[in-house]
């Protein structure tokens, strides 16, 4: 049987930065009549291939400029006590077979309750794109209510937004098994929809636009 840690054959590493405000921020919050509390956020992520790392980071960047004090947190390397300080929480979660990544669920399970006067955004990461390619539309819409629409219920929670990217898939960070398992899966599917290698084996789908695009709204929704 496949489990997470089969799939994971490297260690990432800690993405984590606890952000102090700069004065020019500070200047900017006073501006913009918002007090440095309002805009203190935490980011919480779960990834094995790095690609909800690495989007996470993107995302801090655009809250970093937007004013935001941002704590970045690999929840796989890092434990989180308590979120009482955080305005703004962002939970992010590579997706495998159709699951969140253990420690994200761990994660908002645990903090259920917590979130609920505060700021909430979910994103996932997966390879949706190839089905949007294929025109799969009515199996699009399926998998965001099982990933999405349906987590969202189960924990009775009202994010502010919610974002589905697409992620990476690296063959080379991959156990023999899952590499042949997620050959059959993805790779011809991937080639057929003219998908390019970033390097040997290495297909990132992210759509940096749509990221960055993505930060600025929830940017302003936080602020209102
Ligand atoms: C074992 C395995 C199973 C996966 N299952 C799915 C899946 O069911 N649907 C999908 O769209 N993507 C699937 N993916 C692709 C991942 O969602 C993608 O690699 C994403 O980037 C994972 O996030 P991470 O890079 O932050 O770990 C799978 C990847 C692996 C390795």
Redesign the pocket.
Same mark, same amino acid.
């Given at each position: 049987m496949?489990t997470t840690t089969h799939?994971c054959k490297i260690k990432l590493m800690t993405v984590a930065s606890l952000s102090t405000i700069p004065r020019e921020k500070m200047k900017r919050n006073e501006e913009n009549n918002k007090s440095p509390a309002n805009l203190k956020t935490l980011i919480a992520y779960g @990834?094995?291939?790095? %690609? @909800? %790392?690495g989007t996470a980071e993107e995302i801090m960047k655009i809250l970093d400029d937007e004013g935001f004090d941002v704590k970045l947190s690999n929840l796989k390397e890092e434990r989180i006590p308590d979120i009482s300080e955080y305005n703004l929480v962002v939970v992010d979660s590579? !997706?495998? !077979?159709?699951h969140w990544r253990s420690e994200t669920e761990d994660f908002l399970k645990k903090f259920q309750k917590n979130f609920e006067n505060k700021k909430l955004t979910l994103f996932i990461?997966? #390879?949706?794109t190839v089905e949007e390619k294929e025109g799969k539309t009515g199996l699009f819409a399926k998998i965001r209510k099982v990933w999405l629409e349906d987590k969202i219920l189960k924990y009775y929670f009202k994010p502010i937004t919610v974002g589905f990217f697409d992620?990476? #898939?690296d063959y080379n960070k991959?156990s023999f098994l @899952?590499r042949k398992f !997620?050959e059959v899966g993805f790779k011809l599917q991937l080639q057929k929809n003219g998908f390019k290698e970033v390097e040997s084996v290495v297909y990132d789908l992210r759509n940096w636009d749509e990221i960055r695009s993505w930060a600025r709204e929830l940017a302003q929704r936080a602020k209102e």
């Open positions: 496949f799939f @990834t094995c291939f790095g %690609a @909800t %790392a590579g !997706m495998e !077979m159709g990461s997966s #390879l949706k992620g990476i #898939l991959m @899952t !997620m």
